[in-house]
């Protein structure tokens, strides 16, 4: 059937039309996912990533590899999807299995995915139903990997990750933890509920090619706090919850993402390299450090301006009958002035934040030319406007004078407008 499109711009195959983000008390049809498990011990984590997949309205086919069944029973899944489950091309034959099911699919994630999974992925290897259905799926695949750190260091791991995202297959970096045994480093599971927040935003762009693919781009989340004393400090009421969309919403679109976070206390999201830093001097260093190979850098953390000019190394003690000492300020480094008038490579493209309470377009235009960056979103905030919230609006102001407006709605559609606009630049 011809390509179809919703009345908001999502396209889709099959005849299946699904809103980009769907708003409240809209129906859509079910998506078709398949959700393949290779043999890890991460394989019981599965479980919840398909329970949030199956609850959240997705029709789920669950395809286990022969190893997977080691840690998660037949039953287990298919009583969680309600589906039958197999591994073997040879069961129900008259339904050719191991062409249907990928045919069928608007998603194949694969979690965990061992180097093992990766490897026949990457050489087109098809000697199970699991490997059958990767090969035959025309729809968008994430594979989330599980191993131990030397595996997934070793060159030929690389070199097969490489391969598949040339391909066009979102491969998630892995996290760093504890392993199995006392072993810890980088090759952990990511969180199942951020793996499903990467299967949810490649769905909703219902693209198969993620446009960001091979490009590394930089985001910083979150607000800076500058201390007085031990106990305290100047901070602002950020959250990082913008920036987080961006981060997780560049994994979904095939980036190599670092998310330097100040003072942030969400999950981390999958795929993406995480660096905590707390003060504005510390953002500036780990910004400086992540944007020397960066295509991109978005700076949506709120950087305070001002530190206090010396530091308490003792509790300020409130005394008797005396008003408090003075505190003098002096000014922190202009971070996104810096990154765009010294870019570290050429091409690389810098977008700003400017939160406002009033004269929002005309600051942000005067902002814009001071900071010499290509993209400014400008939002209006304040106590009960954005900060904290799940929703945000803005205007997105470009160095060639284009306006962008963004509708109020999930921070995860501004961060979507933002990459677009960033991925035409880079091309």
């Not at 608007?106 to 026949?120: E, F, G, N, S």
């Not at 000697?127 to 594979?143: K, M, Q, S």
């Amino acid at each position: 059937m011809g390509r179809t499109r919703s009345p908001n711009g999502a396209q889709s195959e099959r005849g299946v039309v699904r809103a980009r983000y769907p708003s409240r008390g809209e129906t859509v049809d079910k998506p078709k996912v398949v959700l393949g498990v290779s043999g890890g011990i991460a394989a019981y984590k599965a479980c919840e990533l398909l329970r949030r997949l199956t609850e959240s309205g997705h029709e789920v086919r669950v395809v286990p590899t022969a190893s997977a069944l080691h840690f998660v029973g037949a039953a287990t899944w298919s009583a969680l999807s309600g589906n039958p489950v197999s591994t073997e091309v040879w069961d129900d034959v008259h339904e050719v299995p191991h062409v249907r099911i990928g045919q069928h699919a608007d998603l194949v994630v694969v979690a965990p995915a061992t180097a093992d999974m990766l490897a026949k992925a990457a050489h087109g290897l098809a000697d199970d139903l699991l490997t059958n259905t990767l090969l035959t799926a025309r729809c968008p695949v994430v594979f989330a990997p599980a191993m131990h750190t030397e595996m997934w260091e070793h060159p030929a791991t690389q070199e097969n990750v490489a391969a598949l995202r040339r391909r066009g297959a979102v491969v998630i970096e892995p996290a760093v933890g504890r392993l199995t045994g006392v072993d810890t480093g980088k090759g952990r599971l990511p969180d199942p509920g951020e793996i499903f927040e990467v299967c949810r935003r490649v769905l909703a762009r219902g693209v198969r090619e993620p446009d960001l693919a091979g490009r590394h781009v930089v985001v910083s989340a979150g607000g800076t706090r500058e201390p007085l004393d031990p106990v305290r400090f100047l901070g602002n009421r950020s959250s990082g919850k913008q920036g987080y969309a961006l981060a997780r919403t560049a994994a979904a679109r095939g980036a190599r993402v670092t998310l330097v976070a100040a003072n942030a206390s969400m999950p981390d999201p999958a795929g993406v390299d995480v660096v905590p830093v707390g003060t504005a001097v510390e953002l500036r260093e780990a910004v400086l450090r992540a944007a020397a190979d960066a295509d991109a850098v978005v700076m949506a953390a709120a950087v305070a301006d001002f530190r206090p000019a010396t530091y308490a190394t003792g509790k300020i003690k409130k005394k008797d009958d005396q008003e408090p000492a003075p505190i003098t300020l002096v000014r922190n480094p202009d971070i996104l002035a810096e990154i765009s008038q010294t870019r570290a490579r050429s091409g690389q493209v810098v977008v700003g934040f400017a939160a406002e309470t009033d004269d929002v377009l005309a600051n942000g235009r005067v902002k814009l030319k001071r900071k010499g960056c290509d993209l400014l979103v400008v939002n209006e905030v304040g106590e009960r406007k954005t900060f904290g919230s799940e929703e945000n609006e803005a205007v997105v102001l470009g160095a060639d004078g284009s306006e962008t407006p963004v509708a109020h709605g999930p921070k995860e559609a501004l961060a979507d407008t933002v990459w677009d606009l960033v991925a035409r630049r880079l091309e």
